[in-house]
C-alpha cells in the first residue's frame, strides 16, 4: 500500500470476500435474495471502464505518512485524517496542498478516553467523533472548525454497544451504527444496530436494517469472510463498513460486502437500498465517499491487489468505472483512498513521498 498503514482499517487489508442478499441497483425494499445478481447486462455494466485515470502527485511541507485512519474530505475539498503517533491520536486538517490547517484533539474533563474513532464532518466545518470511554459510556465529541472542543455527548443508548460509524444529519442528529449484543437473549454473536440520535444524545429512532438478520448469521456461522477467527464476536461487514452525509439531506450508510450494500437513511428515518457490483465476487469494498451528488466506491482484491473504482449516482445507478493505473505493472493509487470532488471529478488517494512524507494522489478522469 506504497508503504502507508491504515490503522482500524486493517480488516479491508486481510479478509476474505462476502456475498449477501443482492438487489438491483435502485433498490425496491423486495424480499432479498441470496448470492450475487448473475444477469448478463448487470454484469456487464459493472464491468465496463468509461475511462483512464491521470494521477498527479503533491507532496505535504508538514505531514509525514505515519500510520492514518479515517479518511474524509469536507465541502471545502480539506483533508481529515486520523493518526496516532507515540499513542497520541488527534485528526489532522490539510489543505489541498498538503499543508496542515488545524488539528482536532480529544480531550474532555471528566471523560477518560480509551481511544478515539471515526467522525464525520458538517458543510460548516464542525466535526463529530466517537469516542470510546474508559467507561462502558460511549460519547460523540463535537468539535468547532479551529479544533477546539464544543461539547461532548453521552449516548443513551439503553444498552452496552460497540460503535464503529457515524454520520451527520443537517438538523444536528446524527447516525451511529455498530455492534451490539441482544437484548434479554444469550446470543454470544453481537448483532447489527443502527440509530438516529438527537444532539443531546438521546436515541430518536432505532432502525432494522434489512439485512442486519443475514450478517448477522454470516458471524454466527463463523464465516470467515465476516469474522476472524480468533474474535467470534466482531463483523466485518460492520467494523469495516463507513458512513457520510449527503448533500440531499440523507446519510449513506455502506456495508463492507461484495456486492456493496449502501442504504440511504433520511433524517425521519426512511430507509433506500441498493448494491454497487464489482463485477467479480471477491472485489471488495474498502472506501466509500460522496462527492455532490454522486457516490465512489473503490473496490480492492485481496489477492491479485487489483482496484476498480465505481461511480454510482445517489439513487444507486452507475455512472462511471475506472481502473487503476499502473505503470510497469505496479498500480498508482493503493487503497488510502481519501476524497471524492466533483466538477470536475477528481479522486484524492494518499502515499508515503520522498523522505517518509506524505503524498496526494489526484486521479482524473482522462
Known amino acids: 500500500v506504497h508503504g502507508l498503514v491504515w490503522l482500524g482499517i486493517l480488516a479491508f487489508l486481510i479478509s476474505g470476500h462476502g456475498q449477501i442478499a443482492a438487489q438491483t441497483a435502485a433498490g425496491d425494499g423486495s424480499a432479498p435474495t441470496t448470492g450475487p445478481i448473475a444477469t448478463k447486462d448487470r454484469e456487464a455494466a459493472a464491468n465496463k471502464v468509461d475511462g483512464h485515470l491521470r494521477v498527479q502527485a503533491v507532496q505535504s511541507p508538514t505531514e509525514l505518512a505515519v500510520a492514518l485512519a479515517f479518511l474524509k474530505c469536507d465541502a471545502k ?13 488527534g485528526i489532522h486538517k ?69 460503535p464503529h460509524v457515524l454520520a451527520v444529519f443537517p438538523s444536528g442528529d446524527f447516525l451511529v451504527s455498530g455492534l451490539e449484543y441482544a437484548k434479554g437473549r444469550d446470543d454470544p454473536i453481537m448483532w447489527p444496530f443502527s440509530r438516529i440520535f438527537s444532539a443531546d444524545g438521546t436515541v430518536r429512532r432505532e432502525l432494522k436494517l434489512r439485512d442486519d438478520e443475514q450478517i448477522h448469521d454470516l458471524a454466527a456461522a463463523g464465516d470467515p469472510r465476516v469474522t476472524p477467527a480468533d474474535r467470534p464476536s466482531s463483523n466485518r461487514a460492520v467494523s469495516g463498513g463507513t458512513a457520510e452525509s449527503g448533500p440531499d439531506g440523507n446519510v449513506y450508510l455502506m456495508r463492507r460486502l461484495s456486492p456493496a450494500i449502501i442504504y440511504a437513511i433520511s433524517p425521519g428515518g426512511e430507509v433506500r437500498r441498493f448494491t454497487v457490483d464489482p463485477g467479480q465476487p471477491d472485489l471488495m469494498p474498502v472506501g466509500m465517499h460522496v462527492g455532490g451528488d454522486r457516490i465512489a466506491v473503490l473496490f480492492w482484491h485481496p489477492q491479485t491487489g487489483e482496484e476498480t473504482l465505481k461511480v454510482i449516482d445517489l439513487r444507486g445507478h452507475q455512472v462511471a468505472s475506472y481502473e487503476e493505473p499502473t505503470v510497469n505493472g505496479a498500480g498508482q493509487l493503493g487503497l488510502a483512498f481519501a476524497c471524492y470532488a466533483r466538477n470536475p471529478d477528481r479522486f484524492t488517494f494518499l502515499e508515503t513521498g520522498n523522505e517518509h512524507r506524505l503524498r496526494l494522489l489526484t486521479a482524473t478522469p482522462q
Open 94 to 162: 490539510l489543505n489541498a496542498s498538503g499543508e496542515r490547517i488545524g488539528l482536532f484533539l480529544p480531550d474532555s474533563p471528566g471523560v477518560k478516553i480509551d481511544f478515539p474513532q471515526s467522525f464525520s464532518i458538517t458543510p460548516d466545518g464542525y466535526v463529530y467523533q466517537l469516542i470510546h470511554a474508559h467507561e462502558a459510556t460511549r460519547y460523540v465529541f463535537v468539535y468547532r472548525p479551529d479544533g477546539t472542543l464544543k461539547s461532548t455527548i453521552s449516548l443513551q443508548a439503553g444498552s452496552a454497544f460497540d
Open 77 to 89: 475539498n480539506n483533508l481529515y485524517f486520523m493518526t496516532a503517533p507515540d499513542g497520541v491520536r
